[in-house]
């Protein structure tokens, strides 16, 4: 049971053009929800949060958007540089039942093309 | 300023035998917490820790699994008679307090697994 999906594996980018990362979730008690970006051989870093009481979170070229009737999230990063190259895990929280438990997507592998 | 520190990076083990991870938190980190990563698939809370106490264990498989963060020391996450589905990476996050804690965990470089 998957209760944070993230749909594609990879994507690919131009430099300085647009990348766009998405995320669904499924369990409705989740009420924030972060991105951490990954690279080879390292712990995943946090990079962006919003709480569902917001709609839009930014954060100079990061920002997430938040549509709680669709359940879906998404990241836009703009714009894209070579060494935004990463994994990006969406993840999501109940604080209800504790925020450290964060629950993972499967991560989207970005490739930004010089 | 160290982050998060894990060792080993890397653990072969052969069925049967214990796996032992180690991990210190950040400095000022009191809480800590342990995931696993398998392959293919995201990360997987297992147990929140602070000093001398398991808080939240509701993610650790119930048999072979223990952890603990002592008074002094690393936390310790433990496996004993590893099997090849705990081939995976294990990665501990430490962070500084909960009331507060909206989820942004400061992770290690994972240590990994690999059972022959």
């Known amino acids: 049971d998957q209760q944070v999906k993230q749909n594609s594996p990879s994507l690919s980018v131009q430099e300085g053009r647009i990348s766009i990362l998405n995320c669904d979730y499924t369990?409705?008690?989740?009420?924030?929800f972060l991105w951490y970006k990954k690279y080879p051989a390292e712990g995943p870093t946090f990079l962006i949060s919003?709480?569902?009481?917001?709609d839009k979170n930014e954060d100079g070229r990061f920002t997430v958007f938040l549509n709680k009737s669709a359940k879906h999230l998404s990241l836009h990063i703009v714009p894209s540089q070579p060494g935004d190259s990463a994994v990006y895990f969406c993840?999501?929280?109940?604080?209800?039942?504790?925020?450290?438990?964060?629950?993972f997507g499967k991560g989207t592998k970005l490739s930004v093309i010089p | 300023n160290a982050g998060v520190m894990q060792n080993p990076r890397h653990l072969v083990r052969r069925r049967g035998q214990e796996a032992r991870l180690r991990c210190s938190p950040m400095?000022?980190?009191?809480?800590v917490y342990w995931y696993r990563q398998l392959p293919e698939e995201g990360l997987k809370f297992m147990v929140y820790?602070?000093?001398?106490?398991?808080?939240?264990e509701s993610g650790m498989p119930k048999e072979r699994f223990s952890a603990e963060f002592p008074k002094e020391g690393p936390s310790i996450l433990r496996i004993q008679q590893v099997v090849r589905g705990d081939s995976a990476a294990y990665f501990c996050?430490?962070?500084?307090?909960?009331?507060?804690?909206?989820?942004?965990?400061?992770f290690g470089e994972g240590s990994r697994l690999t059972v022959l």
């Open positions: 996050a430490s962070s500084p307090w909960t009331e507060a804690n909206t989820g942004e965990l400061f």
């Open positions: 369990n409705s008690m989740f009420d924030y």
């Open positions: 919003i709480s569902s009481i917001k």
């Open positions: 993840a999501a929280s109940d604080s209800g039942a504790g925020s450290y438990q964060l629950t």
């Open positions: 400095k000022g980190h009191s809480h």
């Open positions: 820790l602070q000093k001398e106490n398991i808080i939240d």
